[in-house]
């Protein structure tokens, strides 16, 4: 007893000299910190630890009560965030959705992958899955999370890409009330989340050259390109020419100044027609032009240094193609481009399938 | 005495004609006719006219060039441009004026030297018997050596000699064989040199048909003097530039006139056009070729064939066995076909017999290109040339130029000072799908310390190589021959090299094993691999040959490999017989192994010449913190950066996000590197480092930090050399950071936001990112200007560069964002810790506060038991006081204003995951790094 005491009589005196100390800086100016560490008002302060990590966990903390956040992460305020937050990512989670075509064809068997947001780390992944539709399209997730990302796909479909107006192959889905516009509400089973695939067509059996990119000439020193190959080949011997005319010597690439550049794409003895319908397969029979030009003048209102775009190409062998080429006239100076062609004259069917890839000429 | 019985009438004027036949070849005849009437009466007879019936045998093998340019009534071979049976290294023939006596040996040996001019000459001795003299034009000319079967002989040395009738008749050579030219002189005496040192004279071996007698000058255009000393053994010639350059008696050589030789006939050797290093001496004479082969006349008048160092085993085998065969001697027995056999015993099937049977003659020549021919002619055909082609050593190349494809040329060339340069796989992947189980950092054991493969994301730390065995496929495949690679020790090596082998399972050896998960997984199941380790030599095993299908028409091998220690050498390849003992080398490649830090530069940012920076909340009660000086220093870490040969000049500089310890943002930044090494970059990449904070609860202090380092990275970015074009990629917070110094003018080319977590209204002002469903009351659109302009509010919208904003809508780091973005009270999540950055101390609620209703230029203050301060900072204000409106651009792919370009990452398959381009293998984001590149308007492999 006599030692506890003793202990009680310490305890109360030396808060109360805490108090007093308190008392007698709280108004004096002096940055709290500077304070703590005894440092002399007006001299170099030096508050935290450096860049490695290990200083970044061991900082002396504010006095009396470390906040959350405050100096730099501890194990405690990391274990008061995960506690905090815990709640968020334990919220039940129910989705409920259906596969359908675009004529709103339930599409049986299609691959849904989702990932849920239920893991309170940032720095760490939630729950991954992946599980198929029904015969009726549908399926059915339960788990806990604060929010959810789907995508779907099937072999023989073309996955939609994302459309604020119109349903896609993907989309997240937040799970609570205050969801952002770029999220989706979660749906119910009475009113389910439609994920829309596109059924391919036949396709044909195309030479496909991957996305590849081909330096070229600044002063329109024509580049010719074999479609089938992707290859640069001589003068004459191409059925796409490419010709750009790029004004930025002497300028520094890193001061963002814009210039005037333009750009011509022909087909040789062929032509090529614009082709905006992400969905279109068939090359139109008529209506090509034997060339392409663009180009920006340097004082355009929103002056880019290229451009991208897709094409119907007829071939002077009456062969068809579609093309996506980007003309880069910025750093490498450069096209980037990627071609289907269907190697049958006269066959305008350019629905592709990797798995029915001519091999090439 | 032919007469021809065949009448005619008076007034028919068709002319008779007979054929006769049978008549003995090389028989001389004579014909006169008579006509007789059906009467019998006979005219007289007519004049006699002589034929000769041609002599028979073989065709010349290949058409030869003749023509009697010695007016003695024989034709003689002229080599010259045509000389299809002779070496290349003849380069031309010339006319002048000699006196000869009489035809004693057709064939001398003879060294030849090409003046400036081109011309040839053939300095010799020779001697001269004492005979008539006469003056007569001549070529200088070149025999073409028909080695033949006949009878009791399997073959003898002839040479074609055509009558003044036209008959072409072959006599041997080495046997006595007399022809009486008109004159009566004898043309062939016996030799005993020949037919073998024929053989290894024709690359040297030239021909007269006369010899010279007495002394002789001969001038020739450009200046030079030929000059044959009576006897015959001796002759000089002498160079415009004053050299001479003479032969004794003896066969001795001198060069006199060259410095240092002057006076003293010591030999010497000359440098002609093409490389060609003619050199003699009382030794011999050599003639050097430049690709290392020679042939090399000795003192005793032997001839040699030097090949060159490195050349294929087996062709110098064939060569041995062939002139072994040959030397045996005119009088040896031995058959045409045990010569071929011997070839292709050696070589494989290279010489197909067309049919079979016995063959008449073979030919041995060189072609004008230097290919060595074999002639083959049977009785009843014309004669067959086959090449008898060097098979070409076996090559070994790498993807030097990075386009993607592996080529055994001159666009994959390495060197010692350009090797392939490859870093060691000394970190730690993980073989685990789970992406936050990717790769260890710091490195617990280095991923080549185990003899398997750690995941397919450690297969990025793979490079292929591509082994050509074209001409050797099927004896590689038999066993017959193995195929060992080692470090050579070449010249110019440096430390102890180290790799580890593996087979590349990519179709045709491509790179499948770094684009294609189902191609990659199924090297997870390959085990004991090669070592090549300082004299560690490894030899591939035959099965392996066997189980890639090698054949001619597939002589490939296509292997990985990953360094295991550091230097630089060249790994060649060695050719081992069947029992393992080494017959020859192949090609090789130049590698250099390092750690991978030396191949791209590391800088970190700094405050006050340190790298302390001040938590702001803890100033109360005055009126600033205390603002350090930012700056950068380099981190080269123990490895100073090496730059490539051949680099572009480009910069790509990366800086990461929050929450990263130091070696988890050197490995973020060297999988980035990897990366786009792997899809051709060629520039310079640089790991930028920021003292973010790590531990969940720190991303307000980060925040600032970030807002701080802006200072750090402008510097180090104006520091870069000029010429080059400079890029940014940053990641996560690591946008802050690049937000920063892009406000304070930072200049950079192109700008890849990824995963951004920068609120979108700092780009986009339009008000489309504004979430207005949220309800949030913010400084960002505050009436108070001063207010407003410590707020995310368009502070980036006008900063320059193409900006591209690689954004992924599911991320749930970002996501994560959104509940630190919220307000504790009254906001979307009920949970602490949200913005304003606030915390319990003592009584109070202490930390940041934004009072919409307080005085213009106070509504944004730090509030402290201790006391509080108006905030003046942006970047204190925007660490830790303002709340966004929107969405981070990261999550939002509509946010455009200063944003150029976007790119929806979802396309990649990375979900919802926030670092997926970094924890996901290289085979999950190969397009996504592509696409990065062209996005930086770099261009990338296919």
Sequence with gaps: MRKQIISLVVLVVALGAAWLFWRTHRSTGVPVAMREHGVQNGSTTKLVGDVNEKAATSQVQPAPSPPLGV????????????????????RPLSFYGKVVDERGKPVEGASVRYSINNNPDPTKTGTRGELRSDSNGDFTISDRGLGIYIEVSKEGYHRVPND???????????????????????PTENDRALFVLRKAGKAAPLVHVRKTSIRVPKDGTPTEIDLSTGKVVAAGAGNLRVEVWTLNQGINPNRGQPYDWECRVSVLDGGLMERTEQFAFEAPENGYRASFEAGMAKDAARWRDGTERDFFVRL????????????????DHFIVFESWVNPKPGDRNLEFNPKQAHAGL | MLTTRHTTEVAQVTPPTMVVSDLIPGTGHTVKVRAIDWFENSSAWSATTSVSTPLTGPEPLQAPRWADVNNDGLKDEIFGANTGLISSSIVDYSYDTVSYSTWTSDFQVMSWFTFDEGLSWFVTGWSVPEEQETTEIINTVLPVFHFMAEEHYDYAVCRAVTDPLGNTAYYRIGYYESLERPGGIQQWQPSSFWPEDAFYMFPTVAARIAKPIGATQITVPG???????????????TLPEGIELSVDPTGAVAIAGVPGTTGVPLGGSINLAGGIVVSASVAGGRIAFPGGAAIGIGADGRITLELPSGTNPALAQAVDTVGNLLQTGAGAVISVREVIDAINGIFGPVIQLPTAGPLDAVDLGITAGGVWQLGVTHSDGPTQWFAIVQPPEPQIAVDANRDGTIEFGPNDGTSEQAPYRFWLNDDDDVDDDDPDDAENAPVSSADWLDDKIDGI???????????????????????QMRIALEWKGAPGYTGAPGIKLWRNLSPNGGTEYLSDVNVARQHLALREPGTIQGALRYVIPTQYWTDVGLSASQPYGNLLFEGTSAGKDQLVIKLLNADGAEIGEGGGVWLELKNIKSMYERVKATANGAEDLPFPYNYVGTSSVPSPTMGWSPDPAGYAFEPAQGETQTYIVAVHGWNQTYERSVMYAETMFKRLWHRGYKGRFVGFRWPTFTGLSSYNDSEYRAWKCGVSLKQYLSSLPSGYTVNLVAHSMGNIVVGSALEKGAAVANYALLNAAVPAICYDTSGTVVQTGWGYVTPNDDPDSAT??????????????????????????????????????????????????QWPEGSINAGYRYQRTAPAGQKLRVVRVAGERILSSADEAMGFAVQAPSLTVGADGRTRGAIDEWVDMSTYGFGSVHSAEFLFSIQQTREFYAELLLKLRVTTQP
């Design chain 1, 71 to 90: 100096s730099g992460a501890t194990a405690d305020s990391d274990k008061r965030y995960l506690d905090s937050v815990a709640p968020l990512y334990a």
């Design chain 1, 164 to 186: 604020e107006n119109a349903p896609a192959s993907q989309r997240t889905f937040a799970n609570h009330e205050k969801r952002s516009d770029t999220t989706a509400p979660m």
């Design chain 1, 316 to 331: 002077a062998d009456g062969r068809f193609a579609r093309v996506s080429l980007g003309v880069i006239t910025g750093g």
């Design chain 2, 223 to 237: 200046g030079a003097v030929f000059n044959v000393g009576v006897g015959g053994m001796a002759g000089t010639i």
């Design chain 2, 457 to 479: 994301r450690d297969l990025e730390d793979f490079a292929r190589l591509k082994i050509n065995l074209s001409g050797i496929a099927d004896a590689v495949r038999q066993g």
């Design chain 2, 788 to 837: 407003v302009a410590l707020s995310y509010q368009g502070r980036l919208a006008n900063v320059s560069g193409n900006l591209v904003n690689f954004f992924l809508p599911a991320d749930s780091a970002l996501s994560a964002w959104e509940i630190n973005n919220d307000s504790p009270d009254g906001g979307r999540y009920p949970v602490a810790g949200a913005r304003p950055h």
